[in-house]
């Protein structure tokens, strides 16, 4: 290329696709620690509930920023939990889809602890299909009250490796997960015949475990690349393989969605997880993906692309 040759706008065009570029790569993130938080690239065009066609920002739900009372108290006061729900454009009352956030990093960031999570793809493509999606905050995470304590050390600096901890940490998050549930249940745009529960990341085997303790409600689970801890962190077979046998109970079906090239957890550590959980009775199906060279398989979710065909299969075979 001959850089003398290109004009003032052309450089600008140029230094802008390259700082979008690298701006959409950093969004994605490389993100290290005992468990990854999902982040979706960036639009820096349009808002949560619309995106860009023929020039202009095309609306595809009504998001609902809500609040959710429960039955918990902190230092003598009510805790409320955050709920973002995206519902198509017409009122009425629709299936609907829970779906749990993962961590944040390795917890030493308390910072990305009031970042409130949603994803404008996974919303996109079930509102466009007749669905309403709900995103609760777990206690201490994004608005929602209470303090964030899903399995610390001592001094807080970041997840907890150790069973015990961890166990208790999932505990507590299935607690809001309830609550937020029976709240959501009560809802008059929802159609509680036809519920579905996911998550991503810590939120994906949580979607597991309250789909067994709460088998009445769902007809069936999603988990993108669950997982409690890490493989590289401690105790995190016993933790991992305790929950996914604990999931085992749900008497009816849930779709694994993984990738290879996980950060976290390694495809092979997957397949194990997903055979602990049948061989304890569990019942589903495990699907493996390649996202593009240098993508981390955490992210998936990010690439509708890869797996929304295989998810739409699975929701309309049920």
Request: with cysteine; net charge negative; glycine share 12%.
């Amino acid at each position: 290329m001959n850089w003398k040759n290109l004009t003032n706008s052309r450089l600008l065009a140029l230094a802008c696709v390259l700082f979008l570029v690298l701006a959409l790569a950093a969004c994605e993130g490389g993100s290290s620690g005992t468990d990854g938080s999902v982040r979706e690239p960036t639009d820096r065009v349009c808002d949560s509930v619309s995106y860009p066609e023929d020039g202009n920002c095309k609306t595809f739900a009504v998001r609902i920023d809500a609040r959710a009372p429960t039955p918990f108290t902190e230092n003598g006061l009510p805790v409320e939990l955050e709920v973002v729900l995206f519902r198509p454009l017409a009122e009425g009352r629709y299936p609907t889809i829970v779906f749990h956030h993962g961590s944040t990093g390795n917890g030493s960031d308390p910072s990305r602890f009031v970042e409130t999570f949603t994803h404008k793809g996974l919303s996109r493509y079930f509102v466009e299909q007749g669905w309403m999606v709900a995103f609760p905050q777990r206690r201490g995470r994004g608005k929602s009250g209470g303090r964030y304590d899903e399995g610390f050390t001592d001094n807080r600096s970041s997840y907890s490796c150790e069973a015990g901890r961890a166990l208790s940490g999932a505990e507590r998050a299935l607690a809001d997960a309830d609550v937020i549930t029976d709240w959501i249940r009560g809802r008059p745009d929802v159609d509680t015949t036809r519920m579905l529960v996911g998550g991503v990341s810590r939120g994906g085997v949580l979607a597991l475990v309250h789909a067994a303790r709460r088998p009445d409600i769902y007809f069936a689970a999603v988990n993108f690349v669950g997982g409690w801890i890490g493989e590289g962190c401690g105790d995190h077979a016993v933790i991992n393989r305790t929950l996914f046998e604990q999931a085992a109970a749900y008497p009816a079906t849930s779709t694994w969605l993984y990738a290879v090239n996980d950060s976290f957890y390694s495809i092979g550590y997957s397949r194990a997880n997903f055979g602990a959980f049948t061989m304890a009775g569990g019942v589903g199906e495990f699907n493996e993906f390649q996202r593009a060279p240098g993508q981390n398989g955490h992210f998936l979710i990010n690439d509708l692309a890869l797996w929304a065909g295989q998810l739409q299969a699975f929701i309309e075979s049920r």
